[in-house]
């Protein structure tokens, strides 16, 4: 049997060659591993944009996937190198909010984290039918172990050492919590959907965390940024500027045709955005 797909999602760049020293360390312990870059572009440090982009791909790979994923400003301090079991693929990563889409994903319904704010990290439980194990066993790190590499000398051995075929739960101790990122809105109680702009991409698109299966299909405006878009497009052609639509994420995005809304609007992750049915209580666009 080939061994496991392995992937790699870093704020590395292609500079320093910290991506290239990782996967040196991942094919000296497996030579015959695949290994497939998600992305080394992460901007440096932001864990919610490496989390959405993870949670973005991960779900397009075979369910015996290994993913790895480092954006760790707190490396060498006492957070938890954490080990993710779920029916989906494993996951190793920094305990810090990297697997916020991830544990969304597997949960039945989205964690509830209204003590803290916007983005600002709280632990949640295991979702059902997934485990996890802090990563405390150095017989499988690579030593000695740098107080600022983890991901080459801890990360990187275990998850190669998982491509073998070595048990999950023999990396460490059983777990019960995970941290997330509080990227989820709760609406509003006049019925108008409220949420933010929770990532934005290379093209400039702004991804809210408004899910498109929850979109009232009588919408009538999007408003963000002080700007009010009528309806939602179908297609990036279906509007001369700016426009909201279903992105392929599965979020409500804005977009700007041949542009950027991100620069258009000057908008930042955390943006309000608000979407208005036709009737919401029975009240009509222009009273709002």
Same mark, same amino acid.
């Given at each position: 049997?080939? =061994? +496991?797909?392995?992937?790699?999602?870093?704020?590395?760049?292609?500079?320093?060659?910290?991506?290239?020293?990782?996967?040196?360390?991942? /094919?000296?312990?497996?030579?015959?591993?695949?290994?497939? $870059?998600?992305?080394?572009?992460? +901007?440096?440090?932001?864990?919610?944009?490496?989390?959405?982009?993870?949670?973005s791909?991960?779900?397009?790979?075979? $369910?015996?996937?290994?993913?790895?994923a480092?954006?760790? +400003?707190?490396?060498?301090? %006492?957070?938890?190198? *954490?080990? /993710?079991?779920?029916?989906?693929?494993?996951?190793? =990563?920094?305990?810090?909010?990297?697997?916020?889409?991830?544990?969304?994903?597997?949960?039945?319904?989205?964690?509830?984290?209204? %003590?803290?704010?916007?983005?600002?990290?709280?632990?949640?439980?295991? !979702?059902?039918? @997934?485990? #996890?194990?802090?990563?405390?066993?150095?017989?499988?790190?690579?030593?000695?172990?740098?107080?600022?590499?983890?991901?080459?000398?801890?990360?990187?051995?275990?998850a190669?050492? /998982?491509?073998?075929?070595?048990? !999950?739960?023999?990396?460490?101790?059983?777990?019960?919590?995970?941290?997330?990122?509080?990227?989820w809105?709760?609406?509003?109680?006049?019925?108008?959907?409220?949420?933010?702009?929770?990532?934005?991409?290379?093209?400039?698109?702004?991804?809210?965390?408004?899910?498109?299966?929850? *979109?009232?299909? $009588?919408?009538? &405006?999007?408003?963000? @940024?002080?700007?009010?878009?009528?309806g939602?497009?179908?297609?990036?052609?279906?509007?001369?500027?700016?426009?909201? /639509?279903?992105? &392929?994420?599965?979020?409500?995005?804005?977009?700007?045709?041949?542009?950027?809304?991100?620069?258009?609007?000057? #908008?930042?992750?955390?943006?309000?955005?608000?979407?208005?049915?036709?009737?919401?209580?029975?009240?009509s666009?222009?009273?709002?």
């Open positions: 049997m080939p =061994a +496991p797909i392995i992937s790699l999602t870093t704020d590395f760049g292609s500079v320093s060659g910290y991506a290239g020293t990782v996967k040196g360390v991942l /094919l000296g312990i497996n030579p015959a591993s695949t290994i497939v $870059d998600i992305s080394h572009d992460v +901007p440096a440090q932001d864990i919610s944009h490496g989390a959405f982009v993870l949670g791909a991960y779900r397009y790979f075979d $369910d015996s996937t290994i993913h790895l480092v954006v760790d +400003p707190g490396v060498g301090s %006492s957070r938890r190198a *954490i080990l /993710l079991v779920t029916p989906e693929g494993r996951f190793l =990563a920094p305990d810090n909010g990297l697997l916020t889409y991830v544990v969304m994903g597997q949960a039945s319904e989205s964690p509830v984290v209204s %003590s803290v704010g916007f983005m600002e990290s709280a632990l949640v439980a295991v !979702p059902e039918g @997934c485990a #996890a194990y802090a990563i405390t066993r150095p017989e499988y790190w690579r030593h000695p172990v740098s107080r600022t590499f983890h991901a080459r000398d801890i990360f990187a051995p275990v190669a050492h /998982l491509s073998l075929g070595v048990a !999950p739960h023999t990396v460490g101790e059983q777990v019960d919590t995970i941290t997330v990122l509080n990227a809105s709760e609406p509003d109680d006049d019925a108008v959907l409220r949420g933010q702009v929770i990532f934005i991409d290379g093209f400039g698109n702004l991804i809210t965390n408004l899910r498109s299966d929850r *979109i009232p299909s $009588d919408t009538v &405006s999007v408003e963000i @940024c002080g700007e009010t878009l009528t939602i497009a179908g297609t990036f052609a279906e509007a001369d500027g700016l426009m909201a /639509l279903h992105g &392929s994420h599965g979020y409500l995005e804005v977009a700007e045709r041949n542009g950027s809304a991100s620069r258009r609007l000057h #908008a930042r992750v955390g943006d309000s955005v608000k979407l208005l049915p036709a009737n919401p209580l029975g009240h666009a222009d009273q709002q």
